[in-house]
């Protein structure tokens, strides 16, 4: 359900854990990778708070200010989670590989390393095989990149890219420790935390440039203008759409402005009226995501 925060908070308690056992991990070995990959499961616990605080946000009711409600401060938290990864996380990373690079250090007491790396992989793949499911049950039959790209979801799509970024980068830190242990050569795990960043400021790129759109104001999704016209040509009170406009006003809340030609006769008064709230309550009742229809009756566009 759109507005949920089972997902967020499955994943924070994920992330605390493993950011925990990681930041030990990484005092023991002095490995640049694991540092890294601690700085990145604590700013993910850091994005978690801030969704949570976004939802919380958005579900703020529609006061004189904001007439449409708050369903979009969602979408500005979520924009800042992207910047967070990429900087608490990406940069951060990569300046760690880069220092490493220049300063190579062997790194320690490997073991614990891997034990720490392979128990957050499997919690990890765990959250990120949670995401998939839910992800699969809303989708319906649209492929599944598709939706990641089209879903208004944002909260979603951010966990999922956090928790896909996560399981890569778990890999990439555990090869990277285990070649800088049988080389004996510290440079492989600066590239290993060098690698971690790379994946980590893709991933945020990505978030950053799908939520952007939706808080500028994306259209939503085009089921509804096809509903609105099918409801519209089995009216008997319609001649015809001249126009719709569909606006994503926050997760599940869907903002839409029709011009519509209605058939002779119906011009002025009540019977206008009456045809107009019809109309919008057949709408409302098909697609409960619209909270709000305006029509405008119009003979051209």
């Not at 946000?57 to 910047?83: E, I």
């Not at 990373?93 to 392979?118: F, T």
């Not at 939706?147 to 979801?153: A, G, N, P, S, V």
Request: hydrophobic letters at 50%; one cysteine or more.
């Amino acid at each position: 359900m759109a507005g949920s925060t089972a997902h967020i908070l499955q994943a924070l308690g994920a992330n605390a854990v493993i950011a925990a056992s990681k930041g030990v991990a990484a005092v023991i070995t002095g490995s640049g990778a694991l540092m890294a990959e601690t700085i990145h499961s604590a700013a993910d616990c850091g994005n978690q708070l801030l969704l949570l605080f976004g939802v919380k946000q958005s579900r703020r009711p529609a006061d004189a200010t904001h007439p449409l409600g708050y369903g979009r401060a969602l979408y500005f938290w979520s924009f800042m989670v992207a910047l967070l990864l990429f900087v608490g996380g990406g940069v951060y990373s990569i300046y760690e590989g880069i220092h490493k690079l220049q300063h190579p250090e062997a790194v320690e007491s490997i073991l614990v390393g891997v034990i720490v790396l392979a128990v957050a992989l499997a919690i990890e793949g765990w959250a990120t095989y949670g995401n998939i499911v839910e992800l699969n049950e809303r989708r319906g039959a649209v492929p599944f990149f598709r939706f990641l790209r089209q879903t208004k979801d944002s909260d979603l799509v951010v966990i999922f890219g956090e928790n896909s970024a996560a399981v890569l980068g778990l890999v990439l830190a555990l090869v990277a420790l285990l070649l800088a242990k049988t080389t004996g050569d510290g440079r492989w795990d600066a590239v290993g935390s060098l690698a971690v960043g790379v994946v980590l400021v893709g991933v945020a790129i990505f978030l950053a440039v799908e939520v952007k759109s939706l808080l500028v104001g994306e259209g939503a999704d085009p089921v509804i203008e096809t509903a609105a016209r099918e409801i519209a040509a089995a009216d008997p009170n319609v001649e015809g759409v001249l126009r719709v406009l569909t606006v994503q006003q926050g997760p599940g809340e869907v903002v839409v402005a029709m011009k519509v030609k209605f058939k002779p006769g119906m011009a002025t008064g009540g019977a206008l009226c009456d045809a107009i709230n019809g109309f919008e309550r057949k709408l409302e009742a098909r697609v409960p995501e619209v909270k709000w229809t305006f029509i405008e009756p119009d003979v051209v566009d």
